[in-house]
């Protein structure tokens, strides 16, 4: 054996011994940030799922017992489940696709250089800043039939007398929508302008010298910069819109007649209301297993599309 060959197989096992320190020190370095996602997250949600497979209620003397699938056989069966399901998804897709057309308006905008532009932006991000519930409340107040800005000025413009937008059985989820889309505008306008900003303004004035319009450019030098910007937020805002509860229960708590009910505020009755722990936590499972599903075909698409896609 030369001294070579002798040298090089030494290289090789020390090198092996000493990577397993760095890998003990990297994992040591990683687990303050592993042990509140397990605690807070993996725990509740293994949790909840197992509390699925059982017949948990609220003040029961009984041990709860497990009962296989029966909560998602009698989830099947359960009309007012998919009722609260396709709203569900009318509101999911009623606020995500208005957000992002009206976001990305308001982003290239906002991207362009003009007079107090740092105002405008932080105007933009107002709605950001307040929590859902105080949303909720000062639409309410906006929607009020009796003393609302909106009937007031509806009034004034010689348009009728108004109408009650929040119990009305076929203006109460348009006028919800509506809020959503007002309230999940900003995080999805900075996302975008974002992606703006990070477009070389030399393609930009290449293909204006070229001679290409505004459609043209953004067409051909806007949009695939920034497609994975908008892709990646566009299903973000439709996961977030998906498990939608707090802003929805207080400007209507899912009335009139459950027309504004969604599956969360639905699993939420269920549990808080009637006690029924273990058919509400076979709903989250459900809902979690949809987003799992609407999760692998974005993944699938982008992997499918190369990573700028």
């Known amino acids: 054996m ?14 092996g011994r000493s990577g397993k320190p760095s890998d003990y020190a990297a994992w040591f370095l990683v687990l303050p940030a592993l042990i509140p996602i397990l605690v807070l997250s993996v725990g509740p949600l293994l949790y909840g799922i197992a509390l699925a497979f059982t017949d948990s209620q609220a003040g029961r003397t009984a041990p709860t017992q497990w009962t296989g699938l029966l909560n998602f056989r009698d989830l099947l069966d359960d009309t007012l489940f998919w009722e609260s399901f396709r709203i569900g998804l009318l509101w ?31 105007l933009a991000i107002i709605p950001w800043a307040m929590p859902e519930v105080v949303v909720g409340i000062m639409w309410r107040l906006v929607y009020n039939p009796d003393a609302g ?31 959503g889309v007002w309230a999940g505008l900003p ?30 450019r953004f ?18 805002n439709f996961i977030w819109n ?29 549990a808080f209301r009637y006690g029924q722990f273990g058919y509400a936590a076979a709903m989250g499972c459900v809902m979690v297993a949809v987003i799992s599903v609407f999760l692998a075909f974005h993944l699938v698409a982008r992997l499918g599309g190369g990573e700028d896609g």
Do not use: C
């Open 2 to 15: 030369t001294l070579a060959t002798a040298t090089a197989r030494s290289g090789r096992r020390s090198g």
């Open 92 to 122: 999911a897709v009623g606020v995500t696709v208005p957000q992002f057309l009206l976001a990305l308006g308001l982003a290239l905008l906002l991207d362009q250089n003009l007079r107090f532009r740092w105002l405008a932006r932080a």
């Open 149 to 179: 800005i909106l009937n007031e000025k509806i009034g004034d413009l010689g348009l009728g007398d108004g109408r009650d937008w929040l119990t009305g059985l076929g203006t109460a989820l348009p006028a919800v929508i509506v809020v």
């Open 187 to 216: 995080q999805t306008t900075v996302a975008l302008l974002a992606g703006l900003q990070n477009t070389p303004h030399e393609l930009h004035e290449a293909a204006a010298i070229d001679g290409a319009g505004a459609w043209r």
């Open 219 to 236: 067409r051909t030098v806007t949009w695939p910069a920034l497609r994975p910007v908008a892709l990646a937020i566009t299903a973000l």
């Open 242 to 270: 998906v498990n939608s509860f707090a802003l929805v229960y207080v400007l209507t708590n899912g009335g009139p007649g459950g027309k504004t009910r969604l599956p969360m505020l639905f699993a939420y009755e269920e």
